[in-house]
């Protein structure tokens, strides 16, 4: 895997209780268009318009790092017309949007096996990444031929071809030899069109992710859908397995003074992730 240095001082979340990273299953685009007697291609493009309005939300909301998952693995088992439309659209959209990204001071990384794309989509995305690598107000990935499952297996493969001892791996290494290597692993999952599945999205990195999924369908997904997750996530209690400290009074900790408060790092620290918001855990075995 070919991966961008990891940034570093990409901004905190604005408060908290928001989390500093949020992946999202994008579903529903071709009931979207099949609703309307559109051909699932016109789901795809209101889909990107979605993009555009969520990722703006999030930055206002005080989020600054994103992981859309736009095509899996499994997805080049679509219609070959479908397929196409997706690949001309990631061209298109990538080749439209990169100067206005840029400007916003956001870094674009593609996660996913890139050598299935065409050529010339291949270097659009190596450029787009190159020209954006010193961005540092946001984080957009966009999983594109990502599989979860795949990425863990190509991580180990890579660190064994670099000499590592596989006898004593640690989760540390192996988080930074995945594609999202320093970045924070998600804290929310948010899936739109209503199906309760993780479908190989972020299957290592959303070990300890709040999932969040809605009925709405992805091109209808906007603002006021983020603000909802966004207080659902707030509402959350973040155990990590653990027990949440009760207070001496012996009330829990309501969910914005317990481990619900942005914790970002689980109990098995990522890389170049810290706790930096303070978790009130108390171990089941201490
Ligand atoms: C799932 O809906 C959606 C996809 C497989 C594609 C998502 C891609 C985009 C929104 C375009 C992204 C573009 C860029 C440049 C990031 P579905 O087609 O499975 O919907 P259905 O389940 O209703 O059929």
Redesign the pocket.
């Given at each position: 895997m070919l991966r961008p240095p990891p940034p570093t001082a990409i901004p905190e979340p604005a408060r908290p209780d928001l989390p500093r990273h949020i992946g999202i299953i994008?579903?529903?685009?071709?009931?979207?268009a099949?609703r309307r007697h559109l051909p699932?291609v016109a789901?795809?493009r209101a889909?990107?318009r979605?993009?555009r309005q969520v990722m703006e939300a999030c930055n206002d909301a005080g989020v600054h790092i994103l992981t859309?998952?736009?095509?899996?693995t499994e997805?080049w088992q679509?219609p070959r017309g479908?397929v196409t439309s997706?690949m001309r659209?990631?061209q298109e959209?990538?080749d439209g949007?990169i100067d206005e990204l840029d400007a916003k001071g956001i870094q674009i990384r593609i996660i996913g096996d890139r050598a299935k794309l065409s050529p010339r989509l291949r270097e659009t995305v190596d450029e787009c990444e190159a020209r954006t690598v010193h961005n540092r107000a946001n984080v957009l990935n966009?999983a594109?031929n990502y599989g979860g499952r795949s990425e863990v297996v190509e991580a180990i493969r890579e660190l064994a071809t670099r000499g590592v001892d596989l006898r004593t791996l640690d989760e540390a290494t192996l988080s930074a030899a995945l594609y999202t290597a320093g970045l924070p692993d998600p804290d929310l999952i948010i899936r739109t069109?209503g199906?309760l599945r993780v479908s190989n999205f972020l299957l290592w990195q959303g070990a300890y992710a709040e999932l969040h999924v809605t009925e709405t369908?992805?091109p209808d997904f906007g603002p006021a859908d983020v603000a909802v997750a966004l207080g659902d996530f707030g509402r959350r209690r973040r155990t990590f397995g653990q027990v949440p400290e009760t207070p001496a009074g012996g009330a829990a900790a309501g969910p914005a003074a317990g481990p619900a408060a942005g914790a970002a790092a689980g109990p098995a620290a990522h890389a170049g992730a810290d706790a930096a918001h303070g978790t009130a855990i108390a171990s089941r075995a201490g």
């Open positions: 994008m579903d529903g685009n071709g009931r979207w099949r699932r789901g795809h889909g990107v979605a993009i859309l998952y736009a095509f899996s997805n679509r479908e997706l659209l990631f959209t990538m949007e966009v594109i069109a199906e369908l992805w």
